[in-house]
């Protein structure tokens, strides 16, 4: 395969399917993971119809550490040459104090925001140090950078997040490989129904009232990223909705 290859977890909606679309039109090959496989599926098709960008869709639970390790170690050998790796599989569950906190919540926050990147990362680095090079985007938050009420798990999750792309640029500066977070404030995807369980209108309202990010905006930034020169790396970015100055500040009309 001549075009560079990208490795996109959480693919099947969001932020993911919105990179995977605006990485196919500039000529990306993709790996498609998410545990809901028709959606990839269907994203697959799409690509290759509209921009010939060829996809292997991999049913994956970044949670799985045994999988994680199976699928990827049995990837085809034309798809294991990995350039860029976008660990963006996460979640918010809950909006709680933490007396009141569901510890399952946390579990699955822990369990996929931090230690499914892990996996996946520690799998995905030997291939991208073989191959002399690459490029890891982070997928943090706003809530990577400060703190808000009742996202105590959430925030220390994304926290964890900042803290590991900090210790990936310093630990991969050598071979070389890129290494940056993206910290996007609040976009309108399907975060927000995740979080509150399914409840959508409660979903809803935590867009009303102003311009939200959309998933494209995000897209379009990491295209930017990918698109610099080899000698420049851009460490983080944070980006926010205009009408939301900090997490918990957001001006609604
Ligand atoms: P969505 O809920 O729309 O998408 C989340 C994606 O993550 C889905 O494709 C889902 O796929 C995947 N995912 C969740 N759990 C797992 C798992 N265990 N294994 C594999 N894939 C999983 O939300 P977003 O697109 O908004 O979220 C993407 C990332 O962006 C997350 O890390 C989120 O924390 C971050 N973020 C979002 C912001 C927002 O306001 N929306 C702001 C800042 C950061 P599936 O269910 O099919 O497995
Ligand atoms: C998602 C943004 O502010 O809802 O990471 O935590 S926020």
């Avoid at 940056?180 to 209108?201: K, M, Q």
């Amino acid at each position: 395969m001549s075009s560079k290859i990208v490795f996109i977890t959480g693919a099947s909606s969001g932020l993911g399917e919105a990179a995977a679309k605006q990485l196919a039109s500039e000529g990306y090959s993709l790996i498609l993971a998410a545990r809901r496989t028709e959606r990839l599926q269907q994203l697959a098709d799409e690509l290759l119809q509209r921009y010939g960008a060829p996809s292997y869709c991999m049913e994956l639970d970044v949670r799985h550490r045994d999988k994680v390790q199976q699928l990827i170690s049995q990837l085809p050998e034309k798809w294991k040459k990995i350039d860029i790796l976008i660990n963006n599989a996460g979640l918010a569950s809950g909006l709680s104090s933490i007396e009141n906190g569901d510890i399952d919540d946390w579990d699955v926050m822990i369990d996929t925001n931090i230690k499914g990147l892990l996996y996946v990362t520690r799998q995905i680095l030997p291939l991208m140090i073989e191959n002399g090079g690459g490029h890891i985007i982070n997928i943090s938050s706003i809530a990577g950078k400060e703190v808000y009420a009742n996202g105590n798990v959430y925030c220390a999750t994304k926290h964890a997040v900042d803290a590991l792309n900090k210790a990936m640029r310093i630990e991969l500066v050598k071979y070389p490989i890129k290494v940056t977070a993206i910290n996007p404030g609040a976009v309108e995807t399907e975060f927000s129904i995740v979080r509150f369980h399914g409840d959508e209108e409660r979903a809803k309202k935590v867009y009303e009232g102003f311009d939200n990010l959309v998933a494209g905006d995000i897209a379009e930034a990491i295209s930017f990223v990918l698109s610099r020169p080899a000698h420049v790396n851009i460490n983080e970015l944070t980006i926010m909705p205009t009408a939301q100055a900090v997490a918990g500040v957001i001006h609604r009309k």
